[in-house]
């Protein structure tokens, strides 16, 4: 018999192979039930089915397929990106301290900042794209966790995750990777030493537009922030409702195919921006101008995603020109999804990381390149 497929395409064509045992059916139905029966004895009827918070098929089912993606030990899924980062940074303890890469998603920035002043928590934020600095701080300060985002949102800076999770096992310390703009098929953190990968799934896994979700996975089980993960997700209620994780899996069947053709579309655009007369720079790791090209190559062999910045040499007010005239790509926040969305991120954050305000930033999602850079190249040509 053949070996068992583990290309992440195949995995995710046929949903790990699913069957469903009470149809036949190749589609999971969907369990709705937010409680389950228990029999006279007072047993479950089904062991591992007790109570919505914590169990449901089809969020195990959604979990175990990006597991499988990412060759963790254990995955579990949450209400948003925001709530599986909350979550994880909720195992921190007063006094204990907290390094996180500086110019993350600001979102997260933002939260953590909040959370942890009022914890007493030790926050530091430093560039983990300068490798040997952020080295010197983890033996430095050995913090009790190391959060970091690779690629950067909307900086687009990488960060060598394999020197950086060496130096967090000497320091004793565990490296939270959110690799969101790479998606689980160009980057698997886990597989580079990081404890733990996190990613909203409301983008790319989910990847059309209709699902908040977030996700970690852990390379060791019994990891105590992992236990806590586990213990404040079930706890707290921080959890994926089942229609969610229904629409999740609908998504996840095509991811493998999203993100090449997102890739491939956006390493075309890139490549356009970068010899257009308006723009100052354009960062996208995949072009041979961008910073950190050989590491790029490096993490992300097979592509490199949908996600990229580009500042204009015309200042804030080209930037938000060009915006003005883009017609066909929707001017909105969010990444990863089949349609590509085009943001002035200065005026969404603000000074939150020091976005600069000439930035725009695109997700590019799969329609027809052709399309796609006649959409800009009007708008471009428009903006003076
Ligand atoms: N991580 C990154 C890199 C993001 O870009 C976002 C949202 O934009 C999040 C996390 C938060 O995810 P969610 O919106 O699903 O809460």
């Known amino acids: 018999m053949a070996e068992k497929p583990v290309t992440s395409a195949t995995i995710l064509a046929r949903l790990g192979g699913l069957v469903d045992p009470g149809s036949g059916g190749l589609v ?3 369990q709705a039930s937010t409680t389950y029966v228990r029999g006279e004895d007072y ?3 089904y062991p591992e089915n007790s109570y919505g918070r914590d169990n449901n098929e089809q969020v195990r089912l959604a979990e175990s397929l990006i597991c499988q993606l990412e060759h963790g030990a254990d995955t579990k899924l949450f209400a948003s990106g925001m709530a599986a980062i909350s979550t994880l940074v909720s195992a921190l303890r007063a006094g ?3 390094l996180l890469q500086s110019g993350m998603y600001w979102g997260a920035v933002a939260w953590i900042r909040k959370f942890c002043k009022h914890r007493a928590i030790d926050l530091i934020e430093e560039d983990s794209s300068d490798t040997q600095r952020f080295c010197e701080f983890i ?3 050995k913090p009790r966790l190391i959060l970091i985002e690779v690629p950067s949102n909307p900086w687009i800076k990488l960060s060598d995750i394999q020197e950086i999770a060496n130096a967090a096992r000497t320091a004793g310390s565990a490296l939270g990777v959110d690799a969101t703009a790479a998606t689980p098929i160009l980057l698997q953190p886990l597989k580079l030493g990081a404890d733990f990968v996190i990613h909203s799934a409301t983008k790319a896994i989910n990847g059309h537009s209709d699902v908040l979700a977030g996700v970690i996975s852990c390379a060791n089980e019994q990891d105590p922030i992992w236990r806590h993960v586990c213990e404040e997700r079930q706890g707290a209620g921080a959890v994926l409702s089942p229609q969610a994780a229904w629409l999740l899996l609908r ?3 095509t991811l493998d195919l999203r ?3 997102m890739s491939s579309n956006a390493l075309s655009v890139a490549e356009f921006l970068q010899d257009h007369p308006e723009i100052e720079a354009v960062w996208y790791p995949g072009i041979q101008q961008y910073a950190q090209y050989d590491l790029a190559e ?3 062999p097979n592509g490199y995603g949908c996600l990229m910045s580009f500042l204009f040499k015309g200042g804030k007010d080209a930037a938000l020109e060009f915006c003005r005239h883009i017609e066909g ?22 000074n939150v990381t020091g976005c600069p305000d000439n930035l725009v930033r695109l997700s590019v999602g799969i329609e027809d390149i052709q399309d796609l850079i006649s959409e800009l190249d009007f708008a471009l040509a428009k903006t003076r």
């Open 28 to 30: 999971p139905p969907l």
């Open 43 to 45: 047993n479950l009827v």
């Open 96 to 98: 204990e301290c907290l």
């Open 139 to 141: 033996q430095k300060k």
């Open 251 to 253: 998504g996840m069947r």
């Open 259 to 261: 993100v090449e053709k």
């Open 298 to 300: 490096r993490l992300m």
């Open 329 to 350: 790509i929707h001017r909105a926040t969010s990444l990863g999804g089949t349609e590509s969305l085009i943001e002035h991120r200065h005026t969404i954050e603000g």
